[in-house]
């Protein structure tokens, strides 16, 4: 028996035991129990797709209430300092493309981070600050997603610089951590 029916059996069983529950609250029930296999059936198919990259800590992937978000740190997509996808992050999200590029309904967001590291003098001109770098590198994971099939109206490019941090960028491992490409796919819950 598979895993949305036994919700949906459990859900109809607490249902009943509890009296009555009006239709609407039991269709609210069993669209719940639908959301929770489609994020679970998202983070499974990833998963699956990115299995070295995740045990080489070089991606991760979690389930959120409303989102499914997938973490990749910046050198498995671009050179040092680059905001161009080298061949390693071509082979690397031509891996997640087909599956978000089944998505319907779903708002996908790829989002660019830096480390607090000034950006240094051969880029200065290009990018005045690890702002521009983070956006330029979210916006090149777009344009490379879009073009192997996922929908553009489907997608999103921010870059938020060093403002988010997730680990201290007083050590290389931190910063190396700051470094990174999410990409969350949002609307799976609701």
């Not at 009555?20 to 669209?31: F, I, M, P, R």
């Not at 991606?59 to 973490?71: S, W």
């Not at 997509?77 to 992050?89: A, D, N, S, V």
Request: aromatic residues 6%.
């Amino acid at each position: 028996m598979s895993q949305k029916v036994l919700v949906v059996a459990a859900l109809a069983a607490s249902a009943l035991a509890a009296a009555c529950v009006s239709e609407q609250t039991y269709k609210a029930e069993v669209q719940q129990a639908d959301m929770y296999q489609q994020k679970s059936a998202l983070y499974e198919a990833l998963n699956a797709k990115l299995q070295t990259e995740i045990n080489a800590d070089q991606a991760q992937i979690r389930q959120l209430q409303n989102e499914v978000r997938l973490t990749l740190i910046d050198e498995i997509l671009f050179p040092e300092g680059g905001w161009q996808i080298h061949r390693k992050g071509e082979e690397t999200l031509s891996k997640v493309a087909p599956t978000l590029s089944t998505l319907k309904g779903k708002r996908i967001v790829v989002e660019g981070f830096t480390d607090n590291v000034p950006i240094g003098p051969a880029l200065k001109a290009r990018f005045p600050s690890n702002w521009e770098l983070s956006s330029a590198r979210a916006s090149d994971v777009v344009r490379f997603l879009v073009a192997r099939g996922v929908p553009p109206g489907s997608l999103a490019a921010e870059g938020f610089g060093d403002s988010r941090p997730v680990a201290s960028n007083d050590t290389p491992q931190g910063r190396a951590k700051n470094r990174r490409v999410e990409i969350v796919i949002s609307g799976v819950d609701q």
